[in-house]
C-alpha cells in the first residue's frame, strides 16, 4: 500500500521508445530502451532509496502493460529522484543480447 511519503515510480519515466504523452519523463538523452522494474529497483537501491516493487501493475498511460512499479522513499522532489534514477540507469553496462 501506498504511503505519504513514498512517491511512486513508473518504468515508463526512463523509455525511450514512448513520447512524452505516453509516459516518458525524462529527456530521450537520458531515457534507455526497454526499462524494467528490476532495473530501475536496482538503480533506486543504489541511490539509497529503500524501493519496494509492485508487480502487475500498469501504467495508466499504458494500462495493457502489465510493467510494474515502484515505490521509493521521498527525499526529494519527485522530478529530482525522476533524474538521479536516470542517471544511474545511464550508468549501468547494457547487456548484449
Not at 18 to 41: F, H, M, Q
Not at 45 to 54: K, Q, R, T, Y
Not at 63 to 92: C, D, F, N, Y
Request: glycine share 4%; hydrophobic share 35%; charged share 30%.
Amino acid at each position: 500500500m501506498r504511503r505519504k511519503k513514498n512517491v511512486i515510480i513508473w518504468p515508463a519515466y526512463f523509455d525511450s521508445s514512448l513520447t512524452r504523452s505516453r509516459g516518458r519523463r525524462v529527456t530521450k538523452a537520458i531515457a534507455i530502451s526497454d526499462p524494467t522494474a528490476k532495473k530501475v529497483n536496482e538503480a533506486a537501491e543504489s541511490i539509497g532509496l529503500d524501493p519496494v516493487i509492485e508487480p502487475g501493475c500498469s501504467h495508466p498511460a499504458l494500462p495493457w502493460k502489465k510493467i510494474g512499479r515502484i515505490l521509493v522513499e521521498k527525499k526529494t522532489s519527485k522530478m529530482q529522484t525522476v533524474a538521479e534514477i536516470a542517471r544511474r540507469l545511464q550508468q549501468h553496462p547494457r547487456r548484449k543480447k
